[in-house]
C-alpha cells in the first residue's frame, strides 16, 4: 500500500475517532463509531508502526486504561519530548491510583484521555488554513466551525462513515455530501441525503440550516415539510407544506406530501383528492397511482384499482421496492380463475380446442375438403398439435387441470420456469404439427392461366 | 329493380369510417395486432419491388400463394398453405389500406380480450373458415374456369374479427364518420357491423342468382365472419372467460 493510501486511512481514522465524540450521538453509535476509528487507525499501524499520530488518536479511542498507556509510552518512544503523550500519561497516573478502589472500575471502560487537540484548543487545525468557508482559525478538535457553524466532520447518510467536510464525496461509498462552498446547497444536499434514509431528526437541523441561510431555497419548504413529516409531527409539517403550497401551487410534490400527510392520518377522501391533484398536475406520477390504487382498492373498486396498479407498475422503476410491492398487489387484485374452471376439464377443452381446430382445418383443406383423403400423416401431425396444445395450455393457463394433476400429482405443475419451458415446447410441437400439415410434399405445382 | 339491388344501392351513399369507441384498453399495448398490419404492408411492398410492377409478372409471381378455389378441392397447388400466403397478398394500395385500418381499429380491442398468441390463433382460424366458405361456393358450385379464378386478401379474416367485436362488446357505440357527412356520430357498433354483414349477405345472394357481377369475394367475409362470431369463445383469455361466464 501507498503512503498516499495510509494519508488517507489515517485522514478517515481521524475523522471516525473526532465523530466519536460528536453529540447527539447515542451510546451505540459512539461505539461503532469507536470502533471504526480504532480498526482504521490500526491499519495504518500495521503499515507504518512509527507513525507518531494515528498512536496519539488511537489512544482516544482504546478501551481501557492500559492500552492508553502503551499508546503513549509508544509515542515517547518515537519522541520523548511530545507533549500529548507526556500529558495524557501524567493524567493515566492520576487516574490509576484511585482505579484500584473496586467503586470506580466501571469508569476505566471510558475514554479519560482528551484527544492530542484539547492540549492546544486554540490551535488552528494542522492540515488547512482554517473553517472551509469562513477561513476563521479553528480548533482541531472542533466537529464544526465555532463562527458560521459549518459542519466539520459528518458521517455519511448513506454508509455512517466519518467524512472531513472538505470531502465532497465520501470516501467510504462515493456518496455526495454537498459542497461546502455554497452552504445551503451544501445543507440541502444533506438535508435530502438524510430525508433518504430516513433520519428525520438531521434532516430538518439540515434544512433549518438552508432556511436561515436562504429562505427562497427552491422547494425548500416542501423539503422540510417532508423532514417534519417523517418525524412524526404534523403540525409542523402542514405549515411548512401550506407555506410551500402558498409559494408554488402547481407542484405535484407538494400535493403528493399533503396527501400522504392525510393518508396517515387517515383521511382518506382528503388524501385520495390530493393524489387526484398530484395526477392531475402529472399523470405520470408512479407513487401517487400506487396510493390511489390502494385507496381504490379498500373502498372495494376493484376495477379502478386494477387499472391503478397497472398505471404504477408501468411508471415505477421496474427495480423500486414500490414497483415490486405494485407487482405484488396487481397479483392480488387481478382476478384469478375459479377453482373450478382452473382444475376442470371443461375449460381445458376450450382452450386446447382454438388451436386444434386451426390445424383441423389446415388437413381437411389439405384433403381437398374430403376427410376421408386425409393421410397418416395428417393424424399423427394432428395428434401432435393436440399434445402441443396441451402442453401450451398447462403451461400458460392450466397448471392445475385434470391431466397434468393425474401426470405430475395433486398440485399440478409447479410455479416457476418448469411452467414457461411447458408452454414453449407445447408451441414448438404444435408449429411442428401444423408445418408437417401445410407442408405441400404430394402436391404439384399450378399451370398457371393467362392473365384474366 | 329488385329490393336487394335497391338497398345495395342505398347503402353505397354512404361510407361508415370507424374513428373510435370508448373502450379502455385491459392488457398492455396490442403488440399481435400490430405485428399484423405491418406484415401485410412488408409483403405488398415486397410484392410490388419483385413484380417490378408489371401486372403479368406479378400474377405468374403470386398465382400459386393466392386461394385457387379449384386447385384446392383437386388437392394441387399449395393446398392449405395457400390460404394462409393468400390472407397476406392484397391487390392494391387502397385494398391494403382498407384492410389494415379495419384491423387496426378493430383488432386492438379483440386482442386486449384474447391475448397476443390467441388473437394471432384467431386470426389463422378465420382466415381458414372465410376460405371454407368461398372454396365451397366458387369451387364446388361453379364451373372449372371460374373455380381457377384466385382470391386473396386479409378481409375474411378481418370480417371474422370484426364479429368477434361484435360478440364481445355489442354494447359499446363507435365515432362514425358517415360520409359525405363531415362531421362524426357515436353509433351503436352491432349497425356497422351488421350493416357491413348484411351488405354482403344481400351481394352474396345477388352473385348467386346471377344478377350481380363484383370482384369482393362477399363469401370469404361471411365464413370469416362467421368464424369469428361462431368461435371467438375458444380463443377468449382465460380472465375474460372467467368474468364473462
Known sequence: MTDAASQELLKKGIAAAKAARQKPASPEQIEQRRRQARSLLARVLKLDKNNIQAWLWL???????????????????LDPTNKHARAGLARQAQVDAPALSPKITHLQNRPTAPAPGRISAKKARPDGPGCPFCKQAISSIDTSCPHCGLRLVMTCPACGQAVEVEHTRCDNCGQTMGRYQTPETYFAG??????????SQEAVTAWQMVEKLNPDFPRLYLHLGQAHLGQERPDRA??????????????????????????RRAEREKAFDYYETVLRLDPKHGPAWLRVAGIYEQVGAKKEALKAYRQAVKLLPSDSEESIQARAKLEQVEPTLPEAMASGWPELIRQVTGP??????????????????????????????????????????????PVMRLVVGKQGLPAGEQKSIVAAVGLIFWLIALGLILWPINQSYPDIPDLP | MTLPVFLILLSQLVYLLPLRDRRSRRLGFPWMTLSLVVINILIHILVLIVGSGSDEETWVLLYPYMEVPRLILDGEGLGALSILTSGFLHGGWWHLAGNMFILWFFGRKVEDAT???????????????????????????????????????????????MAAYLFLYSDQRILTLILPIPWPFWIPAWIYIVRELLLNALVGQLIQEGSLVVRVNVFAHLGGAAGGLLFIYFFLHPDVFAQRR
Not at chain 1, 63 to 77: G, I, S
Not at chain 2, 126 to 154: D, H, K, N, Q, W
Request: hydrophobic share 50%.
Open chain 1, 59 to 77: 489512544s482516544t479511542v482504546v478501551d481501557t486504561p492500559r492500552e492508553q498507556v502503551a499508546c503513549f509510552k509508544n509515542v515517547l518512544a
Open chain 1, 190 to 199: 444533506l438535508g435530502q441525503s438524510y430525508l433518504k434514509k430516513g433520519r
Open chain 1, 238 to 263: 402542514m405549515a411548512s407544506l401550506q407555506r410551500a403550497l402558498a409559494q408554488n401551487p402547481d407542484d405535484p410534490e407538494i400535493h403528493f406530501t399533503l396527501a400522504e400527510m392525510m393518508r
Open chain 1, 356 to 401: 386444434i381446430l386451426i390445424c383441423l382445418m389446415a388437413v381437411l383443406f389439405d384433403s381437398g375438403l374430403r376427410p376421408w383423403w386425409i393421410q397418416l400423416t395428417g393424424w399423427l401431425a394432428l395428434g401432435l398439435a393436440l399434445f402441443g396444445a396441451f402442453l401450451f395450455v398447462s403451461g400458460s393457463s392450466l397448471p392445475r387441470n
Open chain 2, 115 to 161: 391475448g397476443s398468441l390467441r388473437f394471432a390463433l384467431l386470426y389463422t382460424f378465420c382466415l381458414y373458415t372465410s376460405a371454407l366458405l368461398s372454396v365451397i361456393s366458387r369451387g364446388a358450385f361453379t364451373s372449372t374456369a371460374e373455380g381457377m379464378i384466385p382470391g386473396l386478401g386479409a378481409s375474411g379474416a378481418i370480417f371474422g374479427i
